[in-house]
């Protein structure tokens, strides 16, 4: 199986989500695609993207709605 997108936006918001999900045993994965500190006259700041695996979706989805609740 492969990855599934389960946030994309602030990267203080996809950490709080990252630490959350990995304490119930599911790895995650983040992608940063900002390019500010390589080149920092670009102004356009992309989403950060919380990944995890297909097969660990239904261990981590309650967390993952709960979280997107209370945001």
Do not use: W, Y
């Not at 940063?32 to 992309?46: D, E, F, H, M, R």
């Not at 989403?47 to 309650?62: C, G, H, M, R, Y």
Request: proline share 3%; hydrophobic share 45%.
């Amino acid at each position: 199986m492969g990855l599934m997108k389960v946030f994309s936006g602030n990267e203080i918001l996809a950490l709080a989500l990252q630490t959350k999900i990995e304490e119930i045993g599911v790895n995650t994965v983040i992608r940063n695609n900002n390019q500010a500190n390589v080149l920092p006259s670009i102004s356009t700041i992309k989403p950060v993207e919380l990944f995890i695996q297909e097969t660990d979706f239904s261990k981590a989805n309650e967390i993952i709605e709960e979280f997107r609740l209370s945001i």
